[in-house]
């Protein structure tokens, strides 16, 4: 009687150590799946430096965009569209929205003072 529990503890022993196994290989094989993937990206990523010290191009705007923009527009600031200029604070009234081209492509150009607050915004 005292050799069978012995087979059957050494039994489940064994089967506990296959399953860990089991477990450690499939865990190690995951993990270098995950690191392989890893490095894959890492290799196809452009590792070129750029000069940052261009100013950033923004994307053309629509006259319908540069409406919304200024109707939406907080700060006081002095505006510049299709030759008219708009002097702070910006009171929507004072603007002619039907002069401004809701199809054409406007770029803007910020000017900023000494602190580098923005004093004009340009669009052209």
Do not use: C
């Not at 296959?18 to 690191?35: E, K, R």
């Not at 705007?61 to 700060?75: H, K, M, P, W, Y």
């Amino acid at each position: 009687m005292h050799n069978a529990s012995r087979i059957a503890e050494l039994a489940v022993a064994s089967i506990l150590f296959l399953v860990a196994l089991t477990g450690a290989l499939q865990l190690i094989g995951s993990t270098s799946f995950t690191i392989r993937q890893v490095d894959h990206a890492n290799q196809v990523k452009d590792r070129n430096v750029r000069s940052t010290m261009e100013p950033i191009r923004s994307k053309p705007l629509t006259g319908a965009d540069v409406i919304l923009f200024i109707s939406q527009l907080r700060e006081n600031v002095e505006l510049e569209v299709e030759g008219m200029s708009v002097k702070s604070p910006i009171l929507l009234e004072d603007i002619q929205f039907n002069s401004i081209s809701r199809t054409k492509q406007y770029h803007l150009h910020i000017e900023r003072n000494e602190d580098g607050d923005i004093r004009k915004m340009i669009f052209r």
